[in-house]
């Protein structure tokens, strides 16, 4: 089989996590490196949270490469509200483990990567995008080895943090600009499909039982994601809790958006998505309210050149087919 090559760009992040779980199990993923990104919680933690779990599934073989530790242009704004202080909500490692970690930064490792390889590589980006902006940056010539862009975020119609805004588009507006822009093929797994893309608390009870190192994992994080327990639980919410809304969690509680693992899913099983596209998208930088709002211009009001619409929205998914995929990804390590 001829395997899809990729580097996982992440900010793990109870999502990253499982996405990585599911990454890890695919059979036609060729992960030649991972990436660290400041998102939900820090640098320092989305690094040792990516180094331990790749240990633990038995993917120690896979090099990491930190990255940035703010976005391009503004201070950092995180989601330990939602994941934790460490970003997996508490959950533990026996040890922490610095063996694959590379020296040099991502936006280096990338590049070596990419400028090596025959074939075109696929980024899947799980976090703010800052690496790649920093890659185009400094080295605009890999642009042409870069098969596309998955990239986890955008919406149309919904948002999270805010109405309109999603997570990994806010944190690094300007830095989501510079990407779009960049004449890379780009796919935006959204977080309105991601959204449906979710398990239930009923689904998810079966994974306590189904042994192995990646159900462990999953039972520890994946209950009350999103801090819908946090005050029962008495949770450690770091420095973003005051942006917690007991309210908002409750209404949320019992179905769990599977956002990054969906967006590996579009990559390793393409069948049970549809995507529509391309269309011309941009990103308010400077709202009063909107800030990081994408605006993405379905109905062509612009009516863009073909060459100028630099967008793909994967529109739909095949929620049963994903959670049974899940599962199978998760029974894989047992
Ligand atoms: O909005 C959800 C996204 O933001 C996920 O990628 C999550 O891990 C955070 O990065
Ligand atoms: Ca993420």
């Known amino acids: 089989m001829n ?3 990729v580097i996982i760009d992440v900010d793990t992040g109870i999502d990253d996590a499982m996405a990585l779980v599911m990454a ?5 993923l060729d992960i030649l490196g991972v990436t660290t990104v400041s998102g939900n919680v820090g640098l320092e933690h989305t690094t040792r949270n990516t180094l331990n779990i790749l240990d633990l599934l038995g993917r120690g073989d896979i090099p990491v ?3 940035a530790a703010a976005p391009i242009a503004r201070k950092a704004f995180k989601a330990s509200f939602v994941h934790g202080a460490n970003g997996l909500r508490g959950y533990d490692f026996k040890e922490n483990v610095t063996y694959a970690l590379k020296k040099e930064p991502a936006w280096d490792f990338m590049r070596d ?3 090596d390889r025959k074939e075109k590589v696929t980024i899947i980006a799980l976090g703010p995008v800052t690496n790649l902006a920093l890659l185009f940056e400094k080295y605009p010539e890999v642009k042409p080895h870069i098969e596309r862009i998955v990239f986890m975020g955008a919406s149309y119609h919904t948002g999270n943090p805010g109405p309109v805004q999603t997570f990994n588009v806010l944190v690094d507006p300007e830095g989501f600009r510079e990407v779009i822009h960049s004449g890379v093929p780009f796919y935006a797994v959204p977080l309105d499909t991601t959204k449906k893309s979710y398990i239930t608390d009923e689904e ?3 994974i306590g039982q189904m042994g192995g190192p990646a159900a462990e994992l999953v039972k520890g994080i994946l209950l009350g994601y999103g801090g819908k327990n946090a005050q029962e639980e008495n949770l ?6 005051e942006h917690h809304n007991p309210k908002r969690a409750a209404r949320n509680a019992g179905k769990n ?3 990054d693992p969906a967006t590996v899913a579009f990559v390793t099983n393409p069948e049970l998505f549809t995507v529509a596209g391309p269309y011309y998208c941009d990103v308010e930088c400077k709202g009063e309210l909107t800030d990081g709002w994408t605006l993405i211009d379905m109905e062509d009001w612009y009516c863009k050149d073909e060459e100028e619409k630099n967008f ?3 529109d739909s998914v095949d929620r049963k087919g994903f959670v049974q995929l899940f599962y199978d990804a998760i029974r894989h390590f047992a």
Do not use: Q, R, T, W
């Open 113 to 115: 990567i990419l400028m």
């Open 204 to 206: 998810a009870e079966p």
């Open 236 to 241: 450690e919410l770091g420095e973003d809790e």
């Open 312 to 314: 793909f929205f994967v």
């Open 257 to 259: 958006s599977l956002h």
């Open 3 to 5: 395997k899809i090559p």
């Open 24 to 28: 890890c199990a695919a059979d036609n």
């Open 65 to 67: 490469a930190a990255g």
